[in-house]
């Protein structure tokens, strides 16, 4: 990165304008924060602000199902809410004729899109958090949460400071080994990646509190010198529909426009690489001559769609292999009832030894039994034997051995899916979750008093 500034130093006209941009973004990965002066504010009691990446109704990813989620769950436990969505989104992703608010199941997300935003990164941090502290300002809240990735946390942080307020990072993701898994091993020797790691460290050390999602996650933040007194785990759940007891395997084909006489495995998820799907696909090659009525559901969009797509036609797979693309996420818990078996075949890698994803824990509560890749994260979810099987990751002969093993059993399948809806009602539900949080905000504001009466 500082070699790119260097290189671009003294250049006139576009490069110029590169030189700048990138000189910005190199400032923001060396330790510069937003700045703000110090506001009097009275909070309000029970009140959170939340601020976010991107969210719904406009963005459907994993990352925008657990923040409403999140916020539903904190709402109905009785805290009141405001999400507010990162300067710029969402006109920066096409969504030209937003509006500047919207409301989903009672859920308030607020937009900051500036008449004018700055031209540099770190310009627009301090722009953004300048934004932001206005709507704090507005909303008056006890306490600030926000996600990764850091810049997020540099916002906030400044927010919070200005205010007097504690806030939280929450910490969904590796986010720099997420950015070195599309690229070769040198990546994390690069400069890129070791500043972002030390950002990352330097957020989760200044946070009032840490929340992540499982305990490989939790130990790589204290491998990274965060205290692991100040995290707290909020794994992946399930609410609304899924707390429904399931429908049948036919009702839910039957709806999709799937033939209920068919057997299916697949996942629901996004369509790339890490996910280990060109993988599952070679695993169902070898299951199809076997398996006559079996077909492979992939269920979602992604960069990697294309690739899969070629794989499977040159496999001769074109008829068994059903892309649907993006669905409506009303009906994810039918595509989950609709598979025999869920399946997460995901790499080994760094990202996907630590991070819990979300599509599993829905599966597992729609009585579903999941075969996963052998890693420490998936390792959380799925028990061997009580709940689904597990299989060496990259390893599509051991994936279809232990396919076909469940396949060739119905009543297993039906004890493992049984038993997975138990576990995960016991112990993963979004309102469990918001039980959690708000013990953490309490816990936050009464240090914080506790401070203040001390000075």
Known sequence: MSGAVAALTGQRGQMAKHHARLAGELLIFSGWRPTLSPVNMVPVSGRVLHFLTNSLPHTGSGYAQRSHSVLTAQQDAGSEILAVTRMGYPVQVGKVLAKSEDKVDGVTYRRLVPTHMAQTADARLQQEAEELLKVALEFRPE??????????????????QALGIPWVYEVRGQLADTWASTRTYAAKSSERYLSFQAAEAAV????????????????????????????????????????????????????????????????VS?????????????????LAPQFPDLRLLLVGSGT??????????????????IFTG???????????????????????????????????????????PVVASSLPAL??????????????????????????????????????????????????????????????????????????LAS
């Open 379 to 452: 390792g959380e979810i799925v028990i061997e034997n009580l709940n689904g099987k597990l299989s060496p990751a990259g390893d599509p002969i051991g994936l279809a051995e232990v396919l076909a093993n469940l396949l060739e059993d119905p009543q297993a399948r039906h004890e493992l899916g049984l038993k997975g809806r138990e576990l995960i009602l016991q112990t993963r539900t979004w309102a469990a979750n918001a039980l959690s949080y708000t013990d953490v905000y309490g816990q936050l504001w009464h240090e914080q008093e506790k401070g203040s």
């Open 326 to 368: 993006r669905v409506a996420r009303e009906q994810t818990p039918l595509y989950h009832q609709s598979m025999d078996i869920f399946v997460v075949p995901r790499k080994d890698l760094g990202v996907t030894r630590a991070v819990t994803p979300l599509k599993p824990v829905e599966a597992l509560a729609s009585a579903r």
């Open 204 to 267: 989760m050390h200044e946070a009032d509190a840490v929340v992540t999602l499982g305990e490989a996650m939790k130990e790589a933040i204290v491998a990274q010198g965060i205290s692991g007194q100040k995290i707290v785990l909020a794994p992946n759940a399930v609410g609304g529909d899924f707390l429904k007891v399931p429908g049948t395997h036919a009702a839910a084909r039957t709806k999709l426009g799937l033939d209920p006489e068919l057997s299916y495995i697949g996942t």
């Open 270 to 286: 996004s369509l790339v690489d890490y996910e280990g799907l060109d993988d599952l696909i070679d695993a169902f090659a070898i």
């Open 143 to 160: 306490v600030l949460h926000t996600t990764t990735h850091f810049v997020n946390g540099l916002v906030v942080a400044a927010v919070a």
């Open 304 to 321: 990697a769609l294309p690739a899969l797509r070629e794989r499977a036609a040159k496999l001769d797979l074109t008829e068994r292999v």
